[in-house]
């Protein structure tokens, strides 16, 4: 792991310390009787970090192999990533330190290892035999680049071809040179003037080791003898070669070019082919040669015993086909199917039942690699249809522009979310078994369930169950389909704030255990869901509009205004308050021309079809005031025991009553301190840290604030100006330094110093570092709550952090996490019989907090923690009882209070890359690790932590990381990963008959160390290239691992051609310690070995 920073650790506990010596004598009395109370038990030790594990589609994938024996699929990336796929929860995950691209990949089949071929010039040998891959052996070419690689089945001599057009021989066990090289001048000798190009392919002869298919990108192909060192014949084609595939009786050999024309030659007639087809040419009359097509970027040529050969082909498509999607062309006899991708093609692969080049191929599907997905299409089946595909590679299929992450949910959620996402289906998938089906599962040491939303840019949320480091969709929402869609660009309304993606989700407020859900969208629009598993129709869907509004009409006497309680929400006396419209604007310009009073989404206004899931209860938005767009929402709250949302952004906050659909608070921020100012806005600096200087103690408790305050259409808001008369100067800020509302924090908590009891409340943090609080008067529960009105007032307590607030909670006496209050879900489009009803009346929220019978000594912690720092605050007394300066130079992305080990701890993560965890109450330093810089916005966005040590970000716009801080998980991290290589008996080679007539005859074979070893070919120049042994270690687990697993990755991977059967089943992991010094002895009885079983087949 990286190192820990001590230092940062020492400081922090000097500055604890300082705090607690700085408290006054009342207080240290005060929270010193609580801390002996509370036992905190998490220590240093029980923290630390390591990845678990990713998920998600491999980004900008470049690379494709495939082992059909251990039958295990790997993709390389741009970017120098490796994935690993086994059968369905089995992945891996593996990196270059180069980050240079993979250019190619070659299994040694059945063998449990890789080679992958970088852009940089360097050769990587792989161990898959243990759960975290490692490099064993790396070449570093320095003179010539890398184009292209041929490993033989059951051949230890890798061919690398260059772009000189060179070929080398390196002997994958030791990883080095051999001394036989083909050059490219001998290879083509005279039959071209000019140089042939980079090696494009490479191949041996099926029926003959000994012949070697060199092809050269300008279109010569070369058939070179390994034994005389020369060549048979060479093939030239006035067309760009892509690539080459041989017909298994190795007599014929297709070649695929850049006119969109495929070749077939017989081996023995290289003066022409012996046929030329254009797939997607048209055939012109008079027998002139069709018009060229896009180049064929790759050709399969496959054989079944049964019937006619199958020719697969990316590319070949007629220029004419203009805005055509990219196509997988598969020709079998006189059928041509096209099969459109979605995507651009990368690679594809055919996947045979036989690994050995010699037999009839017998393909059964092909992998189809495209940039931004993976496709599987099974040829077996008439209308090649493709295989559902289990991995979790749709995280991208919209964007994703923010996400959740719940770990230890209520076991009954993943279920329920299943149930209703079954239904979402699609059908015509092939009915066969997922191939890729290597592998086994590691053993599960967690039984919590894991829960992770993604929002994204189409306004879609998706709900995976994430539970023991496995990932799958469960559940699917489409939150726009509650708006009209514009058609076209010119019907669309200028409201839109953003151009693209109006949709868009910001932020999600989820409570698992009512199951409700709140989103926020760039719109500037809430909606808010239930669960409900009985489909419904609703007639018309109910929506809010809400102004909110930055600046202060200037106000008459200073004590502003003052409205009686009245028994209906925004029936007071103030003539400017309108009543919530339930319908869409009629008004949509004020009186001087500017656009006034409308959203910027369209609500449908037609009977809407809702399926089992989440179902929309009420659309709330923000509307355009006097020619000023409604600002983004940048903090949400939903809470189901009280029947509240509440939203804020850099105008004010406004709480929602989403029972009785009605707007309880609508405020400017500004006006939510009262008239006293609390701050000298002075032009300067806005962000300057002020005193504050008053509260919202003159506005008279138990008021209901009016719900929506109309501004008068002429104000002046273009300026994005605030005025307040007699008390404050005019200044002008703009809206990224307005205060804007942060952190939204429900709970049961005593809200003024003289509290002697919790009550309801809503706790409000700003960009100013200001935490305010809010009291919430609720009717009793059951008919009652839908007909009396829920009425908000300020409690005048104001508290004070550097930074904007980020996150706030709630302890109680015990240093226990006082979650809020929250009703247990049911089914609400099922009516209710009399007892239901009753139970209903006298059903009371869930709550954990203190209830009002207990004694007055009780008091809470609340836990605050800002972009600088975190404090801990006594309550009733208000007294800051613990404070952490988190960061000086930097500042908080995402701090998250979370539960470990049966206690409770801050997390916080920096923008420089550190992430860092405190005890509660004490705030001491436990955790903290430069883990990794913030290098772009998505991993601000999406970056979370979760309970019982878990985190998560998106890495690339495809995946998601999960990481661990947990010590535990750390340890039980190696049995948890599945395992890639499991031990498989090598098919038999095909029967001796096909051996009839091959090498002269006789049955011999080509003897490779005879021809590639030091002893016949001499060394190669040491300046070609250069070995670098590899670190062979477990990346990411606490040093190696014990046993024999340690073992292997210290160990050279011996990979005897020829060698002993093994008996035991238990011996499979010693197999591989078989050193490079026992392959000298059997490499001569290698290809003369054919009765007998290799070594890697147990």
Not at 308 to 330: A, K, M, N, Q, W
Not at 664 to 685: F, K, Q, V
Request: glycine share 6%; charged share 20%.
């Amino acid at each position: 792991m990286r190192k820990f920073n001590i230092r940062k650790v020492l400081d922090g506990l000097t500055a604890v310390s300082a705090v607690a010596s700085a408290s006054s004598a009342a207080q240290q009395q005060q929270a010193g009787n609580r801390e002996t109370e509370i036992q905190e038990t998490l220590q240093s030790e029980h923290f630390q970090l390591c990845k678990t594990v990713r998920h998600g589609f491999p980004y900008q994938p470049s690379a494709l192999a495939f082992d059909p024996v251990q039958k295990i699929l790997a993709i390389g990336t741009q970017s120098g990533a490796l994935r690993l796929f086994g059968r369905p929860g089995v992945e891996c995950y593996c990196q270059h330190d180069s980050g240079a691209a993979v250019i190619q990949l070659q299994f040694l089949i059945n063998e449990g290892a890789l080679v992958s071929a970088l852009a940089d010039d360097t050769l990587h040998l792989w161990n898959l035999r243990q759960k975290r891959p490692a490099i064993l052996h790396s070449l570093k070419f320095n003179r010539e680049r890398i184009t292209f690689c041929h490993l033989p089945f059951q051949s230890k001599w890798l061919y690398v071809g260059t772009e000189r057009g060179n070929i080398h021989i390196v002997n994958v066990e030791s990883f080095t040179l051999s001394g036989y090289v083909i050059m490219w001048n001998k290879a083509i000798e005279l039959s071209s003037k000019s140089h042939p190009g980079p090696i494009v392919h490479i191949s041996d002869n099926p029926m003959d080791e000994g012949k070697l298919l060199i092809g050269f990108e300008s279109g010569t192909v070369v058939l070179w003898d390994l034994k005389s060192k020369k060549a048979d014949y060479r093939y030239t084609h006035d067309e760009a070669i892509h690539s080459v595939a041989w017909h298994h009786e190795g007599k014929q050999f297709i070649c695929s070019h850049s006119d969109g024309t495929l070749t077939i030659w017989n081996v023995k007639s290289p003066t022409k082919p012996f046929q030329t087809i254009t797939p997607h040419g048209k055939q012109l009359k008079d027998g002139k040669k069709p018009e060229p097509c896009k180049p064929i970027l790759k050709v399969e040529y496959k054989t079944t015993r049964a019937g006619e050969p199958f020719i697969i082909l990316s590319g070949g498509l007629s220029y004419d086909t203009v805005g055509r999607r990219p196509c997988l062309t598969v020709m079998h006899g006189k059928s041509t199917a096209v099969l459109e991708m979605d995507y651009s093609i990368v690679d594809f692969l055919t996947l045979c039942e036989t690994p050995y080049p010699n037999d009839f191929q017998e393909p059964y599907a092909v992998v189809v690699l495209l940039e931004k997905d993976l496709v599987l299409i099974d040829l077996a089946q008439n209308g090649y249809p493709i295989f559902e595909n289990p991995y979790p590679l749709t995280i991208h299929e919209s964007p994703v522009t923010c996400c959740e992450y719940f770990a230890d949910c209520p076991v009954d959620l993943i279920p329920a979310l299943y149930s209703v996402g079954a239904r979402q289906k699609r059908q015509g998938y092939s009915k066969k078994e997922w191939p890729i089906s290597g592998g086994n599962w590691g053993l599960i040491t967690q039984s919590y369930p894991e829960i992770i939303i993604t929002g994204h840019a189409d306004g879609s949320i998706k709900f995976w169950d994430a539970s023991a480091i496995m990932l799958q969709v469960l559940y699917k929402l489409k939150t726009a389909k509650v708006f009209e869609k514009s058609r076209n660009k010119d019907d669309r309304p200028n409201t839109d704030i953003v151009d693209e993606d109006p949709y868009a989700i910001q932020i999600i407020s989820w409570c698992p255990e009512s199951r409700m859900l709140c989103i926020a969208g760039v719109s500037a629009h809430v909606i808010i869901y239930r669960f409900s598993k009985q489909e419904v129709t609703t007639e018309v869907i109910p929506m809010l509009e809400v102004r909110l509004l930055y600046e202060i009409n200037d106000i008459e006497t200073p004590d502003g205004e003052q409205v009686p309680p009245s028994s209906t929400p925004g029936a007071g006396s103030n003539p400017q308050s309108i009543v919530p419209q339930s319908h869409p604007s009629t008004s949509s310009s004020s009186s001087d021309g500017l656009r006034d009073n409308v959203p910027c989404l369209k609500v449908k206004n037609s009977p809407l079809k809702q399926s089992p899931g989440y179902q929309t209860e009420l659309v709330i938005q923000l509307v355009w005031v006097s020619g000023e767009p409604p600002q983004q929402i940048t903090s949400l709250a939903v809470n189901s025991a009280y029947g509240l949302v509440v939203f804020g952004n850099c105008n004010g906050i406004a709480m929602v009553d989403y029972l009785q659909k009605t707007v309880l608070l609508n405020l400017g921020t500004i006006e939510l301190y009262g008239s006293n100012d609390p701050y000298r806005r002075e032009p300067r600096s806005p962000r300057k840290t002020r005193q504050p200087s008053g509260g919202l103690c003159d506005i008279n408790e138990g008021t209901v604030v009016p719900e929506d305050r109309c501004k008068s259409p002429t104000s002046d808001v273009k300026d994005n100006s605030f005025s307040r008369s007699r008390s404050s100067s005019v200044t002008s800020i703009d809206k990224e330094s307005r205060e804007a509302i942060s952190a939204l924090h429900f709970c049961e908590t005593f809200t003024r110093k003289a509290d002697t009891s919790p009550s309801p409340c809503l706790w409000v943090g700003t960009t100013l570092g200001t935490v305010l609080v809010i009291v919430l008067n609720l009717p009793p529960g059951g008919e009652q709550r839908l007909l009396q009105p829920v009425i908000v007032s300020p409690s005048g307590t104001i508290l004070r952090l550097k930074g904007a607030i980020l996150r706030m909670a709630f302890l109680d006496t015990t240093g226990s996490l006082v979650p809020p209050a929250h009703e247990p879900w049911r089914e609400y489009n099922v009516p209710e019989d009399k007892d239901e009803k009753e139970k209903a009346k006298k059903r009371r929220p869930v709550s954990v907090s203190p209830s009002s019978s207990q004694e007055i000594s009780e008091n809470q912690y609340a836990v605050i923690c800002s972009e600088k720092q975190a404090k801990v605050i006594s309550l009733p007394s208000q007294n800051c009882t613990y404070k952490q300066n988190i960061t000086e130079t930097s500042f908080v992305l995402r701090g998250d209070i979370v539960s470990l080990s049966n206690s409770i701890c801050l997390a916080c993560f920096c923008a420089n890359g550190h992430i860092m965890t405190f005890s509660l109450p004490s705030l001491r330093p436990l955790l903290d690790v430069y883990y990794l810089p913030l290098t772009n916005m998505r991993i601000a966005r999406t970056f979370c932590f979760t309970n019982n040590g878990q985190a998560l970000y998106l890495v690339s716009p495809t995946e998601i990381q999960r990481l661990t801080y947990s010590q535990e998980t750390c340890e039980n991290l190696q049995e948890m990963l599945g395992e890639l290589f499991t031990p498989v008996e090598t098919p038999e080679a095909p029967n001796r008959g096909f051996f009839k007539g091959l090498f002269g005859g006789g049955a011999q074979s080509l003897d490779r160390e005879e021809l590639f070893g030091e002893s016949a070919s001499g060394k190669a120049s040491r300046s070609l290239a250069q070995h670098i042994p590899g670190p062979g270690g477990i990346e990411g687990v606490k040093g190696a691992a014990s046993g024999v697993v340690g073992e292997l990755a210290r160990a050279r991977l011996a990979l005897d051609e020829r060698g002993q059967k093994l008996g035991e089943l238990e011996e499979k992991t010693a197999a591989m310690l078989y050193s490079a010094d026992s392959f000298s002895k059997h490499a001569h009885e290698m290809m003369l070995k054919y009765k007998d079983k290799k070594w890697y087949q147990f």
